[in-house]
Structure formats: C-alpha cells, structure tokens
C-alpha cells in the first residue's frame, strides 16, 4: 500500500469572516464549490433561514466560525484544485504539448530498440523546447507587466513565480531525461550533466558581454570570476580565451599562462563516440592529473593566486572548488564540477554517493533542503516513483508528472508499479491531469485525448465527464456530439441530442428540436415535437422548416407521428405539383390508416374539399365511400356532440362535406355508368 501523503496546505478563503460564518460545500470533478450559510453555530441553530424553521446544519458544511445574528447577502466561491489551467500564458504549454503526447502513442512499436530509443530521447527534447518557450514567453510578459502601470503587483510576482516553477520543471525534466530517458553511460553521461549545467545553472552571458565591453577586460572586476565560472562549468575554450587577454595585458605571467593554458587544452575529456575505451580515458586523466600536480608542488602558479586557483580546481581540490561557492550557487553544480575534475568516469549508479556527500558539503549538515532539493537527489539515487511523488506535492499542477511519467512509462521503466486502487501510476496521473482539463471551457477537448489514451479507466472518466460538459451553444453540442459518436459512446449521443432537443424546444425552434430528437432516435419526442408542427399549421396554414420536413427520408419512420408528418407535407407537394390523382390516394391512406391524430382528422377532410371540387373526377366511388365513412367516424368519436353541433364552423364544415361527397358521388356514378354503357 503507498504511503498516506502529507496534511494538504491551508486555503484562505477571501473575504470570509471567521467570526460570522459557516460555509457549506459541495466537491466537483475539478472544483469545489463553497457558499455562506444561515446557519449559526451556537447549538445547530439556524437563523435567518426562510419561514424561520430551525433545525440542525446541514452534512457537508465546513464550519469557519460561528456567530448570532442575521447575515447579509450570502456569496459562493469557487475553489479549483489546478489553478494553472486558467492561466492564459500556460495555454501554449497545454495546447502543444498534447500534440506530443498523442504522437508518443501513434508512434509504432515495432521499431528496433536504438530506433525507439532515439525516438524517445527526441520526443524528451520536445517536450522541454516547449517548457523553454512557454518560460520565455511568461518571462516577456512579466517584464510587460513589470514597464506597464495597467497591471498589480501582485500579478507581476505572479508572472515571475511562474516563470521560476517553469524554470524547475525544465531543470528536473532535463536531469530525468540524462539518467533515465536517455540512460548515458559512463562517459558519455559527465558530457550530458555538464551540458545541463551550462544550459540551467549559472547564465554568465551578461557578465562576458560585460567584461570585453570594457577598455581593458583584464583589470574588469568581473574578469576573474568569469574566467573562474568557465573552468567551474568545464568550458576550457572560452576560458583560456580570456585568460590569452590575462597574458597580453601582463607580459610578464606570459609564462604561467603558456603552462596553464597547456594544461587546459590537455584535459583529457570524455568521448561521445567509441574512440576510446574508459580505461584508456583513465590512463590518459591520470597522467594529466599528474603533470598538474607536478605544476602546482613546484610553485609555478604561486606568484599568481587566481591561476593558482585555477590549477588547484583542475586537480579536484574540494576546498578550492568550494571557495567559488558564490560562483556556482547550487550543490548540483557543485557536484557536476566535483566530478568533472575528480571522477570523470563516474558510473550512473555511484551518483547516488557523491549526489549526497556534494550536497551535504555545499550546504552544510544542518541546513533543510529545498523541494527541489529533494526531488533531483531523488533523481541521482534513481528513485524513478519517488522523484514522481516528489513532483507531484511540489508542483502546482499535473502536467508535468502526468507527461514525464507517460515518458518514463513508454521507456518500460515503470512497468512493476502498479497502484493499490487497481490502476497502474501511469494512468492514474493522465486521468487526473485530464480532469483538469475538463473543467476548462476549451481545454477539455484536449482531454479526450489522453482518456483515449488510458486503457482501463479512461473510458468511463471520459464518459462521466463529457456528460457535464456546459452546451452552451449548438457549435459546442456537434463538436461533444462527434466525440462520443466517434467512440460508439451511445448512451451519451442520446442524453446530448435530448437536452439540445429540449432546449430547442422551449425556444419554439421546432426545426432544431426535431432534428436533434430523430438524431437521439427517440421516438416519444420525436412523436411530440410532430404534434407541435401540426398544431402551428393548423394555427398558420403553413408548415415552417419545409427543407427538414421534405428531407426526413427513412428519418420519418422512427414514430408514426412523424411519419404522418413527412406523408402529409408529401401530400402538400403532390397537390403543389397538380398530381392531384397521386395526392388523392395519399390523402385517403393517411385517414385509413389511423396514424393522423384524432383532432387532424377535420383537417384532412377538409383538405379533401378542393379535390373533390375539381372539374375532373379524382376521387372514385369506392374511395368517396371511405372518405363518407371517415367523416361519419369523425362526428361519431366527438365526446361531446352537443358542443360540436354548436359550433358553427365545424358544423358547416361537416355539411359542406356531406355535399361535397354526395356530389363527388353522383358524378363519378353517371361516369362509371356511361363508361360501362360505351
């Protein structure tokens, strides 16, 4: 079982009176949302409360203080547990790094292990391009702030505080990538460690641009402090450069500086390639360190304390690198240091050592150290979950565990760590950062993807949170709508298309409501928005949304309602178009066939009046005979006859049916007679 995390930090919520209040809250998928109560905290009374009931608090509220009297307006907050995900300057960070992380689970398992491993150390290298320049951006904008009068105080350090935790995150992300991504060996693994040095530690731009911007850079205050950070950070290059100006400005240590430099450009150092073995590179170091050693016993340097300096940092002399401690300002440099001059073929598992004894040195025994700290030591004793947990309570979101450790697990480095709750850490971090996302308003697109992406519970969190998504407009309801179609997540399709039907509905869009209700195959609504529709044509005379009606194609079958819908706007057309024979049959199979409402009947019949008036027969005996029976069917169902008889209208609608049939009838009898008399 994992160990029980530490007590969470204190929240402060603004504004709330301790003295007064009681907050009751209700928790979120992302947010908790608090409010200020009635309730008072001297023995469960409530005061104030609507109609003056009393009774005991309610279960959920946490109490922040008691208090009689009345209170004013209550006020809700809202409380997020990542925060990180509405900053507008993190967006970048967001947005491009999913791109990275779905092309990480596209990529194709078959590939040979060098392959697969370049590939990884590259996709690393991405994620940390994007880390970089989403800290660049967030530096530029902090500085805006800084020169603009428009923004607080508060907001600046915000901007900085951010670029910091940026700045960490690239630093660990780094330090992850040498020791587990890229696994460098013995060798090799010095060159990346002093490569992360230069990049994070110590940024000596500003103080060379300083010194050899000035009339004689050697006597420059900063001269020797940079030449010192150079050999610090192993850059022998431009270091003797520097100390080539030392020379010409000083004749007469000509001498020193020809040994010196000698020495510095002797250094043997690791190879990338496999030019040399490791005992070969030990031999060679070990000479050098020899003929350094020789250099400073003779007293070559003595009448030079900086070079002198310089030769004692070659040889790995502690309490000489340690004098520069203002120089190199972290342990971690330190150790890069230590170890480029006294162990430059130090073994991925001894770091562990010197990570421990450095950092104890540098800072001092009694000194507490820093979360960060802990997490790269964690990282040098490659402690993979415990960097990760490390991370976790230290960082101020789940991006970053999230994707380092999705990294770490395409690396099969995290293959035996499975959870006590059933989910693999893996997954459990992608589900978590994923949630975040969805209590964005755009950002949770992006987390369906990594719940696409998380075999054993990604589809029912996916689910869960998709449900809650706010469909504030029609675009936002397709886009969620295509989602779960894509992913045969039916149960959803149909809950989205009901309540985007319902809403269209009350808004008397009965286009809209139709569509979405046949889109949620749901048949009983579909049945009541036809219903809405025949009850506007009878009100109107005309049908609104004809392009929809006239399309419903194999649509119109999902309830008889609408399906007598479809026919009779079919009817419409074929009376429009003068096919008056078509439509005349249509028309008698709609009555026939008992799927027109009861209370359309009239108008059916009614619609049969210009049919039965035209100069050409249309309708037949037989079929004047059901219309007959039809309407006597219609007078017969009418519950209360004596209303119907007063009504006017109706009843002179029935009559002038009843003559309309009878005279329909006595010329197609004289037509059918005097065609069987020819």
Not at 405 to 421: A, G, I, M, V
């Amino acid at each position: 079982m994992e160990e029980p995390d530490t007590e969470p930090p204190l929240t402060v919520v603004p504004g709330a009176d301790p003295a007064r209040t009681q907050l009751c809250f209700e928790w979120g998928p992302a947010e908790m949302l608090l409010c200020e109560t009635l309730f008072g905290r001297r023995g469960g009374e409530r005061r104030g409360a609507p109609g003056g009931s009393a009774g005991p608090a309610p279960t959920g509220c946490g109490v922040a203080g008691g208090g009689d009297g009345a209170l004013g307006p209550s006020r809700v907050f809202v409380v997020r547990r990542d925060q990180d995900i509405y900053m507008e300057t993190l967006r970048k960070l967001f947005n491009e790094s999913h791109g990275i992380f779905v092309g990480l689970q596209r990529c194709e398992e078959e590939r040979a292990a060098r392959a697969r491993n370049a590939q990884l150390v590259q996709v690393s290298k991405n994620y940390r391009s994007v880390i970089r320049a989403c800290m660049e951006d967030m530096h530029q904008a902090a500085i805006s702030a800084r020169d603009s009068a428009l923004h607080s105080q508060y907001s600046i350090q915000l901007c900085f505080f951010q670029v910091s935790i940026l700045s960490a995150m690239e630093l660990i992300w780094n330090l992850c990538e040498i020791l587990f991504v890229e696994a460098a060996p013995a060798g090799p693994l010095l060159l990346r460690l002093l490569d992360w040095v230069q990049l994070h530690i110590c940024d000596v731009d500003n103080m060379v641009r300083e010194v050899l911007g000035s009339e004689n850079p050697s006597k420059h205050k900063l001269f020797w402090n940079v030449v010192d950070i150079f050999v610090l950070q192993g850059r022998m290059d431009e270091a003797r450069h520097l100390l080539s100006k030392e020379a010409i400005a000083n004749p007469t240590s000509m001498n020193m500086y020809k040994i010196l430099d000698d020495l510095m450009k002797k250094m043997p150092v690791p190879s990338l390639g496999n030019t040399q073995t490791l005992t070969e590179m030990e031999l060679k170091w070990q000479h050098w360190h020899e003929e350094c050693q020789r250099y400073l016993q003779d007293g070559t340097f003595a009448s030079n304390s900086h070079m002198e300096s310089i030769c004692k940092i070659l040889l790995g002399d502690e309490n000489a690198i340690l004098e520069k401690k203002e120089l190199m300002t972290t342990w971690y440099h330190f150790l890069v240091t230590r170890l480029l001059y006294s162990h430059p073929t130090v073994k991925p598992m001894e770091l562990r050592f010197y990570a421990q004894s450095s950092m104890d040195m540098f800072l001092g025994e009694e000194s507490n150290p820093e979360p960060l700290d802990t997490i790269l030591m964690a990282a040098f004793e490659f402690e993979l979950h415990q960097v990760i947990k490390e991370c976790s309570v230290a960082l101020s979101n789940w991006w970053f565990v999230a994707h380092l450790t999705d990294l770490l697990d395409h690396c099969k480095l995290l293959q035996s760590h499975n959870l006590y709750f059933g989910s693999n850490m893996r997954e459990f971090l992608l589900l978590e950062y994923a949630s975040g996302l969805f209590s964005h308003h755009s950002l949770w697109q992006l987390g369906v993807d990594y719940f696409d992406h998380c075999p054993e519970y990604g589809r029912v969190y996916l689910e869960l949170h998709i449900e809650r998504i706010p469909l504030n407009t029609e675009q936002k309801a397709l886009k969620v709508l295509r989602i779960c179609e894509q992913r045969q997540m039916h149960e959803q399709v149909r809950s989205i298309c009901k309540i985007m039907a319902m809403k269209a509905l009350r808004n008397n869009r009965l286009g809209s409501a139709l569509s979405w209700s046949i889109r949620a195959k749901d048949a009983a609504f579909a049945t009541l928005i036809s219903d809405r529709f025949l009850k506007d044509y009878c009100e109107r005379g005309y049908f609104s949304d004809l392009d929809l009606i006239d399309n419903l194609g194999p649509s119109m079958l999902l309830s008889d309602r609408l399906t007598f819908l479809g026919k009779y706007r079919e009817f419409h057309r074929l009376y429009g178009e003068k096919r008056f024979s078509e439509a005349a049959r249509l028309l008698l199979m709609l009555m026939t066939a008992h799927i027109a409402p009861c209370s359309f009947w009239m108008t059916l019949l009614t619609d049969a009046l210009p049919l039965l008036e035209q100069k050409e027969v249309i309708f037949s005996a037989e079929q004047t005979y059901e219309l007959m029976r039809c309407l006597e069917d219609l007078t017969a169902r009418k519950l209360d006859k004596q209303k119907f008889q007063d009504d006017d209208v109706e009843t002179m609608k029935v009559e002038m049916l009843r003559l309309a049939l009878a005279r329909n009838l006595a010329r197609v009898i004289v037509k059918e007679g005097t065609l069987e008399g020819s």
